[in-house]
């Protein structure tokens, strides 16, 4: 049974029953599955650049995607910006709540050495910064917390795996009627098209940093991301400046 497949079993199975006593139970499981996976995961300890310059061993530590001096400081209303968050308690819907400049967009991608240094040109404004250099850095860290997200997932797939025969699938299973093979298949799945998607990913990442490395802030470019996995825009925060054919996006 592939995913689809599933998915509409799942579906006729909601209607056959009283939906919202259904919905309510099933996120709740998801939930506690969700939480399990979570408990069991391991924290990012490399910083995206992993090299001989890093501080700390490697260790990552809070980076913010934005600003926050910069662009979060000017859209914050008492120092807090709004931001959608998971809802544990309502089924399948999202909330958004009121998050403090300080923790907001932060995520741990890079180690203190080269979060300071790589980005005090735009994060400095005394600092003398050209378009591209810009436009490069902005595409660096929206990519490392990609690139980071995509690994998470990738551990995340590894630990449902491992957990298949755990009382959380066993009466997830029970309430869906799915059963414990067809999730196998579809863990195996989603693990194989990650693994597709983190080798383009690994070298997109040798390519960015070697162009930081020789300074010609080369950014990545529209037709690099033209595989039947990968998007051209990511992050939650922030989209990333990409075009079809030049290295920089016309800002005007």
């Not at 069991?40 to 913010?64: R, Y």
């Not at 040798?206 to 996995?229: A, R």
């Not at 939650?236 to 016309?250: A, G, R, V, W």
Request: neutral net charge.
């Amino acid at each position: 049974m592939n995913n689809l497949e599933l998915h509409v079993k799942l579906e006729q199975l909601i209607k056959e029953k009283y939906p919202k006593h259904f919905r309510k139970e099933v996120f709740n499981l998801e939930n506690k599955i969700y939480n399990m996976i979570s408990n069991q995961l391991e924290a990012n300890s490399v910083c995206f650049f992993n090299d001989d310059k890093c501080s700390n061993n490697s260790k990552p530590i809070g980076s913010h995607l934005l600003q926050q001096n910069g662009v979060l400081s000017k859209i914050a209303i008492n120092n807090h910006v709004i931001m959608f968050r998971r809802n544990f308690s309502e089924p399948y819907k999202i909330k958004f709540k009121p998050v403090s400049i300080e923790s907001a967009s932060k995520c741990p991608v890079f180690c203190l050495h080269h979060d300071t240094s790589v980005f005090a040109p735009i994060e400095n404004s005394k600092q003398n910064c050209s378009m591209e250099e810009y436009i490069f850095l902005i595409t660096l860290r929206s990519f490392a917390d990609e690139y980071t997200k995509r690994h998470e997932d990738f551990k995340r797939m590894k630990v449902l795996y491992n957990n298949i025969n755990s009382k959380e699938f066993e009466d997830y299973c029970k309430l869906t009627g799915a059963s414990t093979e067809e999730f196998k298949s579809y863990i195996e799945s989603n693990r194989n098209e990650l693994e597709d998607m983190l080798e383009q990913y690994n070298f997109l990442r040798l390519k960015l940093l070697t162009s930081y490395k020789n300074q010609d802030y080369e950014c990545i470019t529209h037709k690099q991301f033209q595989s039947n996995k990968i998007g051209i825009a990511f992050s939650t925060t922030m989209i990333i400046p990409i075009s079809e054919e030049q290295e920089f996006l016309d800002t005007n």
